[in-house]
């Protein structure tokens, strides 16, 4: 699959009123939430009621989007909403306007949005996953390409860097706005680093388990998951204690 952060570069065209880009940006990733998930410490069986939430094939079906990817997205939506203010703060954003002047979405808005976000992951993936409707539908996908790999596979590791460009541009365009600390960059990357690193530890211990060479790509894969889920971690303790320090400074005033 097209790494997860890259599906974010497809939502960049409509990050503007009336569209919520926060929940843009969450459906352009909740269908992958269950590749995350799986990370957890959480026993899941075929039986289980919540196995649906851990399961990324049934996350990439128009059905099942709505039932596990829509969820997720939602959650996400209402979870920056609450780290904004923390985040902001770490990574020295401008203030934000105060609550009662700050212009947001509509709800239907934000659950179109959240829709729209989801509808490019699938769009996407149809053309570079091995299952997916475009390459079931077009032959040629499936055809030997370079280095042992399909067209689709190629155009999933293309368009994997195609993405990460766009959002790096973005991100070179906004550098004027933000001021974060040596401290803050110094303490995400190494939260990002040992994310990486338990990822690619848990890839080679999975080799070794079942006698199984170790890929650059499964390795690549496995650290990437590692990072995601070692950086949300972090951040949902830092937003916790962010708002447990504001919420104390308040009531001491």
Do not use: C
């Not at 994310?195 to 199984?212: D, S």
């Amino acid at each position: 699959m097209p790494f997860t952060l890259s599906h974010v570069a497809a939502i960049v065209p409509l990050a503007r009123l009336p569209f919520s880009t926060p929940a843009l940006v969450a459906g352009a990733v909740a269908p992958d939430v269950p590749y995350f998930a799986r990370a957890l410490p959480v026993p899941v069986s075929a039986q289980s009621w919540y196995e649906p939430l851990f399961n990324a094939t049934t996350s990439h079906t128009v059905t099942g989007s709505l039932v596990v990817a829509v969820p997720y997205a939602v959650v996400l939506t209402v979870a920056w909403w609450v780290a904004e203010r923390p985040v902001g703060a770490l990574v020295g954003a401008p203030p934000a306007p105060e609550p009662q002047r700050r212009q947001r979405p509509a709800a239907a808005w934000v659950l179109l949005s959240v829709l729209v976000g989801i509808a490019t992951h699938l769009l996407w993936d149809s053309f570079t996953h091995s299952d997916g409707y475009v390459v079931e539908h077009w032959s040629a996908l499936s055809d030997p390409a370079v280095g042992g790999m399909t067209w689709a596979r190629l155009v999933q590791h293309a368009s994997t860097v195609l993405g990460l460009v766009v959002l790096a541009h973005v991100v070179w365009r906004a550098r004027k706005d933000f001021r974060p600390r040596l401290g803050a960059v110094v303490a995400v990357a190494a939260v990002v680093a040992a994310g990486v690193l338990l990822g690619a530890l848990r890839e080679w211990r999975q080799a070794e388990t079942y006698g199984t060479p170790v890929s650059v790509e499964a390795l690549l894969r496995s650290s990437a998951e590692g990072a995601v889920v070692v950086l949300v971690g972090a951040s949902l303790v830092f937003v916790l204690v962010w708002w447990a320090a504001q919420l104390r400074r308040e009531r001491e005033r």
